[in-house]
C-alpha cells in the first residue's frame, strides 16, 4: 500500500493520509513529481508505457514521475522515480512547471534533469516501462505536435516548450 501526504490546494501539508488507488476526497490534493529528461548532448528520452498499466497504456511519454511517499519532497521523488524508472542517478535539476488541476486533486512539479548518464545505460521498471527512445531537438518537437504525445503533460509543460522551440504551434 503507497501512502501520500495530503495537501491543501496552497501545497500545505495537512497532516492526513492519502492512500493510493482511492478516491481524493473534497478540499485535499496529492502531489506528482515528474521528469523531462534532456542529454548533456542535446536529446530528450522518451519512456514507453507498460501496456498493462490503466492509465495510456503502451503510450511513448516524455516524462518519469510519482507520487511522493509520506513526508517527502518533491525534488526528492522526482530524484527516486527517475532512478527507479530509468536508473539515471545523477544529473541537473531544474523546476519548469508547477499546476493544480482540479478534477483529479493533483499538484504537479515538473522538473527538467539535464544529465551526461550513459544513454545506453537506461534500466526499465518492469510494470512501468516497457522501452525508451532518445530524441534530437527536431524529432522531440515533431513528437510534441505529433498528437501522439500525452497531452496533459505537454499542456502542463507548454511555457518551458515554447522557451525551447519559440515557434511551436501547440494548442495550449
Same mark, same amino acid.
Given at each position: 500500500?503507497?501512502?501520500?501526504?495530503?495537501?491543501?490546494?496552497?501545497?500545505?501539508?495537512?497532516?492526513?493520509?492519502?492512500?493510493?488507488?482511492?478516491?481524493?476526497?473534497?478540499?485535499?490534493?496529492?502531489?506528482?513529481?515528474?521528469?523531462?529528461?534532456?542529454?548533456?548532448?542535446?536529446?530528450?528520452?522518451?519512456?514507453?508505457?507498460?501496456?498493462?498499466?490503466?492509465?495510456?497504456?503502451?503510450?511513448?511519454? %516524455?516524462? @518519469?514521475?510519482?507520487?511522493? =511517499?509520506?513526508?517527502?519532497? #518533491? +525534488? /526528492?521523488?522526482?530524484? $527516486?522515480?527517475?532512478?527507479?524508472?530509468?536508473?539515471?542517478?545523477?544529473?541537473?535539476?531544474?523546476?519548469?512547471?508547477?499546476?493544480?488541476?482540479?478534477?483529479?486533486?493533483?499538484?504537479?512539479?515538473?522538473?527538467?534533469?539535464?544529465?551526461?548518464?550513459?544513454?545506453?545505460?537506461?534500466?526499465?521498471?518492469?510494470?512501468?516501462?516497457?522501452?525508451?527512445?532518445?530524441?534530437? %531537438?527536431? @524529432?522531440?518537437?515533431?513528437? =510534441?505536435?505529433?498528437?501522439? #504525445? +500525452? /497531452?496533459?503533460?505537454? $499542456?502542463?509543460?507548454?511555457?518551458?516548450?515554447?522557451?525551447?522551440?519559440?515557434?511551436?504551434?501547440?494548442?495550449?
Amino acid at each position: 500500500m503507497e501512502l501520500w501526504d495530503a495537501y491543501t490546494r496552497d501545497e500545505v501539508r495537512t497532516g492526513k493520509t492519502l492512500v493510493r488507488d482511492e478516491p481524493i476526497p473534497d478540499g485535499l490534493y496529492h502531489l506528482v513529481s515528474e521528469i523531462l529528461v534532456r542529454h548533456t548532448d542535446g536529446t530528450f528520452l522518451l519512456m514507453q508505457r507498460d501496456p498493462a498499466k490503466k492509465a495510456y497504456p503502451g503510450c511513448w511519454e %516524455a516524462t @518519469a514521475g510519482g507520487s511522493p =511517499l509520506v513526508g517527502e519532497a #518533491a +525534488i /526528492d521523488c522526482a530524484k $527516486r522515480e527517475l532512478r527507479e524508472e530509468t536508473g539515471i542517478a545523477s544529473g541537473v535539476f531544474t523546476e519548469i512547471a508547477r499546476q493544480v488541476v482540479e478534477p483529479i486533486h493533483t499538484l504537479y512539479h515538473t522538473y527538467l534533469c539535464v544529465t551526461a548518464a550513459e544513454k545506453d545505460s537506461i534500466r526499465l521498471q518492469q510494470g512501468e516501462t516497457v522501452s525508451y527512445r532518445w530524441l534530437d %531537438a527536431a @524529432a522531440f518537437r515533431a513528437f =510534441l505536435m505529433s498528437g501522439q #504525445a +500525452i /497531452d496533459h503533460q505537454v $499542456r502542463r509543460m507548454t511555457p518551458f516548450f515554447r522557451t525551447l522551440f519559440p515557434d511551436i504551434a501547440l494548442p495550449y
